[in-house]
Nanobody
Framework: QVEVVESGGGLAQTGGSLTLSCAAS????????IAWFRQFPGKEREYVCA????????YYDDSVTGRFTISRDNTKRLANLRMNDLKPEDTARYYC????????????????????WGQGTQVTVSS
């Protein structure tokens, strides 16, 4: 069993930055692909970005490309999401998700593909 805990959310101004962290306990961290999703009130969770098990490959939704950066440190069992140039439309609850997998697939953008989720952390961007 893997426990996932997000942290780092909070309030930012438009154009500002925040860094979210995802810590995991249990399992072999480097066996898991990691993704960030976000959820707007009343909506389904939507894919933001993902990173391969080694950290060598990253994937981004078009809405965050060039502004967000996902990274991971397998020795620390930690993944980060650096969010720059924040916009009010980035306001959402952000979730870290983990999937034990041999390879990354096109399913990486699908929430149901992931095995473990954290409780989420709220990000609010003021205009």
């Amino acid at each position: 069993q893997v426990e996932v805990v997000e942290s780092g959310g909070g309030l930012a101004q438009t154009g500002g930055s925040l860094t979210l962290s995802c810590a995991a306990s249990g399992g072999t961290f480097s066996d898991y692909a990691i993704a960030w999703f976000r959820q707007f009130p009343g909506k389904e969770r939507e894919y933001v970005c993902a990173i391969s098990k080694s950290g060598g490959t990253t994937y981004y939704d078009d809405s965050v490309t060039g502004r967000f950066t996902i990274s991971r440190d397998n020795t620390k069992r930690l993944a980060n999401l650096r969010m720059n140039d924040l916009k009010p439309e980035d306001t959402a609850r952000y979730y870290c998700a983990m999937k034990k997998t041999r390879t990354m697939t096109t399913d990486l953008e699908i929430a149901a593909w992931y095995d473990y989720w954290g409780q989420g952390t709220q990000v609010t961007v003021s205009s």
